[in-house]
């Protein structure tokens, strides 16, 4: 049965205790969320994750990170060392989203390695080049696909089930059209062929064998905006309310599901956009990526997708996918990983602070006596990024003074010290 099935019995599973103790909260609040769809616990038994998380609004807000080769670069070695990077920078979710001939063999080699679960996109690897050498869906292997990598140990899968036929108008009356890749190749194949979307129209079959292998259902959003001027239009919503309907037949089947969410939004209309997905897909966990809310800020993307992931956070998310710099400009090198997985997991923290989840801010004031007692080594551990804190600490301190200030004010002028002279009454 499914860890959903399971929790509907009111059976507490391993995996459910185990997320229980990581989140600080009962076994049988676990058991509830799960068993009401309210959180989903991706975990494919043939994948053995050893690092579980649970996403929901009842626990912390988690972050996914994305790695894969592109159908122009990257080979296993260079997205292993941006596998290991992010999971030593405590990423919860990482999602393959490896294109081309080598996506098989990519993901073969992710499952080995990664300890927490593993997302897959399977129209990535559905596809075929048609007579002029461009990549057009193979909808006839669309399903052989997800049962392959469902066998394979996929954890959650990205399906682009909610787009249909009847959305391609509005779609067309974008600004940018359809950004998301896999959002495109439905389309392209629906416009080509005069005919429905072949995940829509064989959602049962589907999960028949998400429900054999336990595969949570990420439902993507191929029309998603990828562009303030496309941002919560008609397209964008009436997919949603297709989600909606899709989450209700998830869950009578007992397959865990959760709905992805925009793209890029402004800041101002992100309260509103959580508070629809929730309404819409009746409280099933929303996954967002960014949203990010700007569109001028190439280079500095994981900045402007922070930015909205902690508002997101706040109001209605559960997972975040982290962008990098390079978002808009090409695949992100290993440094510009490292930089997506510490901007969002400073989303994910701030957002769990602004939304009073309890303990969120315990380590917020470990920091701020760790910082009044000028205790180096404890606010380092403290930190999300202990490896960069201390690196950062070490370039500019004057190695020859007393630990108890920093070169930012410098001895004389740390106000710190000067606040401890006057409490003292120095």
Not at 8 to 24: I, N, P, S, W, Y
Not at 123 to 136: F, L, M, N, T
Not at 214 to 221: I, M
Not at 314 to 328: K, N, R
Request: with cysteine.
């Amino acid at each position: 049965m499914t860890q959903m099935e399971q929790a509907r019995r009111g059976c507490v599973t391993a995996l459910m205790a185990a997320v229980a103790a990581m989140e600080h909260v009962s076994a049988e609040t676990v058991r509830e969320e799960v068993a009401g769809g309210r959180a989903v616990l991706p975990a494919n038994p043939a994948h053995g994750v050893q690092r579980p998380a649970i996403v929901g609004r009842r626990f912390r807000t988690k972050i996914n990170a994305n790695i894969g080769c592109s159908g122009a670069r990257s080979e296993w070695p260079e997205e292993r060392e941006k596998l290991q990077a992010a999971l030593e920078l405590g990423v919860d979710f990482v999602m393959d989203l490896s294109v081309g001939a080598r996506a098989c063999a990519m993901r073969a080699a992710m499952l080995k390695s990664c300890p927490v679960p593993l997302g897959t996109v399977p129209i990535y690897e559905a596809v075929r080049w048609d007579a002029h050498g461009e990549v057009e869906l193979d909808a006839e292997r669309l399903l052989d696909v997800v049962a392959e990598q469902a066998a394979q140990g996929v954890d959650f899968m990205t399906l682009h089930a909610g787009l249909l036929r009847r959305h391609l108008a509005a779609a067309a009356r974008r600004v940018m059209g359809i950004v998301s890749r896999g959002g495109a190749l439905m389309a392209a194949w629906m416009d080509r062929h005069g005919r429905e979307n072949p995940l829509y129209e064989r959602w049962d079959r589907v999960l028949d064998i998400c429900r054999a292998h336990d595969v949570t259902v990420s439902l993507g959003d191929g029309l998603r905006p990828g562009c303030l001027a496309d941002a919560s239009d008609e397209a964008q919503f009436a997919e949603l309310e297709v989600l909606g309907n899709l989450v209700r037949r998830c869950r009578e089947a007992g397959v865990q599901v959760m709905v992805e969410g925009p793209g890029h939004i402004p800041f101002h209309e992100i309260e509103m956009n959580m508070r629809k997905a929730a309404e819409l897909c009746d409280g099933a966990p929303f996954y967002v990526l960014g949203p990010v809310v700007t569109d001028i800020a190439p280079g500095y993307d994981h900045i402007t997708s922070s930015i909205g992931a902690t508002a997101a956070a706040c109001y209605g998310a559960s997972l975040l996918c982290y962008v990098t710099p390079a978002e808009h400009l090409g695949l992100p090198t290993l440094e510009e990983v490292r930089q997506g997985v510490v901007a969002h997991r400073i989303a994910a923290h701030a957002g769990d602070v602004a939304r009073g989840l309890a303990g969120a801010r315990a380590a917020d004031d470990a920091m701020a006596r760790a910082r009044v007692e000028m205790d180096w080594p404890r606010q380092f551990a403290l930190a999300i990024d202990p490896v960069g804190a201390r690196a950062r600490y070490e370039q500019t301190r004057d190695a020859a003074s007393d630990p108890d200030h920093c070169s930012m004010c410098g001895r004389d002028f740390c106000a710190i010290r000067t606040t401890r002279r006057w409490r003292n009454g120095a």
